[in-house]
């Protein structure tokens, strides 16, 4: 591949530079992009990408963003803020946030969406490792939240997983089983997440927010899951199937090793 020889010439640190930095800079971030885009296809598909989304992937190599990259990426984002966390400290912020805030008692939360300027200027804060506390809306960052784990450039449960998922959606062994066996940090975040949205299905608080546990799963799982396949059909078919598999974790997966 010509593109991938190219960039590969430039991957040793030498005097070239391009103003001020060494161009070896930008071609280890492109040859990083590039091994992704080998594995999972352009995530774009021939969609042109937008001037915000151009800006963003010009400050990457310097700025690397939260959003929109690997487990791993962020985990190494954070090293040095946040050295011992076992999870993404943007989670663990959110999810504390949403609290705060007051979801418990606020109607739709995680079915409502956020205001979108609100969502887009926390999200802009907390990629800096900015602790908002100005807002009162728990549908801001709750909007967020699940904006973050839709952008993750892995989803949480892995594409070599989903079908142990959906086959197994109903089985309680069964689907306990398949996440326990998640790659570690994927299967300790989701564990965080399903621990967090089990204190949204006390009846005291459904009782407020009208969202049961199915209404939960309905909203949660495309954010958990993605079907592999890029038949309409199919993805139809399987989406009762992921939230099956969803609410069934979060009735019976209640390991003790839970990430403060």
């Known amino acids: ?61 310097f700025n690397p963003s939260m959003f929109g990259n690997t487990l791993d990426d962020v985990m190494d984002i ?21 609290l705060q805030c007051g979801a418990q008692k606020t109607e739709g939360i995680f079915r409502v969406p956020g205001d979108i300027d609100e969502v887009n200027s926390l999200k802009t804060k907390v990629d800096s490792f900015e602790e908002s506390k100005n807002l009162r809306d728990p549908h801001v960052p709750a909007s967020l939240l699940k904006l973050w784990f839709r952008e993750l450039y892995f989803p949480l449960v892995p594409d070599n997983y989903y079908d142990e998922c959906v086959y197994n959606c109903d089985h309680v062994a069964n689907a306990v089983s398949v996440a326990d066996s998640l790659p570690s940090l994927n299967r300790l975040l989701l564990l ?31 954010n958990f899951l993605r079907c592999p ?3 309409p059909k199919e993805i139809y078919d399987y989406t009762r199937r992921e939230m099956t598999f969803l ?11 839970v990430p403060e």
Request: glycine share 4%.
């Open 192 to 222: 965080y997440t399903i621990r967090f949205l089990q204190e949204f299905t006390r009846d005291d608080v459904v009782a407020v927010t009208k969202m049961d546990i199915s209404n939960l799963a309905m909203v949660w799982a495309p």
């Open 1 to 61: 591949m010509y593109l991938e020889g190219y960039i590969y010439r430039h991957l040793e640190p030498d005097r070239a530079n391009y103003k001020g930095v060494p161009v070896s800079v930008h071609a280890n971030h492109c040859y990083k992009r590039l091994e992704r885009m080998t594995q999972t296809g352009a995530k774009k598909g021939l969609k042109k990408p937008t001037a915000d989304e151009v800006e963003r992937a010009r400050r990457a190599p």
């Open 247 to 257: 609410r069934t974790l979060m009735e019976n997966w209640n390991p003790t090793d």
């Open 229 to 231: 396949s890029s038949d």
């Open 78 to 98: 954070q090293q040095k803020r946040h050295p011992g966390l076992e999870i993404p400290w943007i989670v663990t912020f959110l999810t504390k946030f949403v």
